[in-house]
């Protein structure tokens, strides 16, 4: 059944009164129909018709009642191009408090995690629609180092991103070197015997023989790669004296060497050798309350691997120093019960200390798989 003939200004409804004509025919009432469309109630709240994101998937299919939407991306993309548009045209639409026009694609720069954009419409009511976009920008997991550049020594064999494993041969007067090893992501961080490292590298003291340094790079996403350097320092050379006079007669040697005072300083001459300096920083002994080490403990070894089982979260420490002087301290406190970490690995360092002589012994606990 038609609807009566209606108008904006005056709702007028037409009765023509049944009029009984000659044999009983008579007129029923008379409908108008109205050319004015029903506004639809989308249009009315002022809702979005659309949101779009090019070349990415929403995690659901568009619905203008719908208000909370998200999606993933990987790592490498930096930005997104966000399409939104509203049902009604003459609703305004702010992106994060911006107004974007719409229908109009607009470029959005993300950072790595969580990136909200809050898109409200407005239809000029008192009422204000807010869709939320939440995009995930995947953290980098990139760990790889592009290059390790070294004071003195070259590495052998010759770097590669993906090689973990270094020998570095130096000769006795080097007893520090200066490690500045370079990631491939900026997001990186970088660490040598966990200190961090800076823009200009990392200095290691460094024992006579041989000895580890750890390089631990950290990625954005927490994943760790290690590169070790097997360091070997040369020992001292020793000096020996020679006798340079190869023409004093017998005689006089026989004379200069019954001479008492000539003999003690010849025989003091002979026993002072040049003698390497021993290191008062050095640890008598080292042990922790779990775990199987790949070689015994000796002072003048200062790597080693620690093997934990998988469930091991802490361990704890019991390092002696041979100098009863001495300051020792684990990651630089005196706390000799240490978390390890849920991944494979955990380095950790115990810094001896003796006035102005240092040592730094590495452990690091390989958890089984």
């Known amino acids: 059944m038609k609807e009566p003939i209606q108008s904006k200004a005056l709702n007028v409804m037409l009765v023509i009164s049944m009029v009984w004509m000659g044999g009983g025919t008579y007129i029923p009432t008379a409908f108008a ?5 029903p506004v639809q109630e989308d249009q009315q709240e002022g809702k979005l018709s659309k949101i779009e994101i090019e070349g990415i998937k929403l995690d659901q299919l568009f619905s203008a009642d719908s208000k909370e939407y998200s999606a993933t991306v990987k790592t490498e993309v930096q930005s997104i191009k966000l399409l939104v548009e509203s049902s009604n045209p003459d609703s305004s639409i702010t992106i994060n408090g911006q107004t974007v026009i ?40 990139n760990n790889l180092l592009q290059s390790i550049t070294l004071s003195k020594g070259q590495l ?9 494993d270094y020998k570095v041969v130096v000769p006795n007067d080097v007893p ?30 460094l024992p006579v023989g041989e000895s580890d340094i750890i390089i631990a790079v950290t990625a954005e996403n927490g994943e760790k790669r290690i590169y070790t350097l097997h360091i ?22 026989s004379n200069q060497n019954n001479k ?110």
Do not use: C
């Open 33 to 37: 129909e109205t050319n004015t469309a």
């Open 102 to 141: 719409s229908g109009v694609v607009g470029a959005y720069s993300l950072q790595t995690g969580e990136n909200k954009f809050l898109i409200s419409v407005d239809n000029g009511s008192d009422s204000t629609n807010t869709y939320t976009l939440t995009i995930m920008r995947e953290e980098n997991d």
């Open 156 to 164: 052998s064999p010759n770097f590669s991103s993906t090689g973990t």
């Open 176 to 205: 520090v070197i200066t490690i500045k090893p370079t990631s491939v992501e900026t997001t990186s961080t970088i660490k040598v015997n966990e200190t961090l490292v800076t823009k200009d590298g990392a200095a290691v003291e």
């Open 232 to 253: 070997t320092r040369a020992a001292a050379e020793s000096k020996t004296n020679t006798n340079t006079n190869t023409n004093t007669n017998t005689n006089a040697n």
């Open 260 to 369: 008492p005072g000539l003999y003690q300083s010849t025989s003091q001459q002979a026993s002072s050798l040049k003698v390497e300096k021993t290191s008062k920083a050095l640890l008598s002994s080292l042990s922790v309350s779990e775990g199987s080490w790949d070689s015994a403990f000796t002072s003048d070894e200062f790597t080693y691997h620690v093997t934990v089982s998988s469930d091991m979260d802490e361990v704890t420490l019991n390092p002696i120093a041979k100098s009863s002087n001495s300051e020792i301290l684990i990651e630089g406190s005196t706390k000799e019960t240490i978390k390890l970490e849920d991944d494979s690995k955990t380095i950790i360092s115990i810094v001896v200390t003796n006035e102005d002589d240092r040592k730094t012994y590495v452990l690091v606990f390989d958890k089984e798989s």
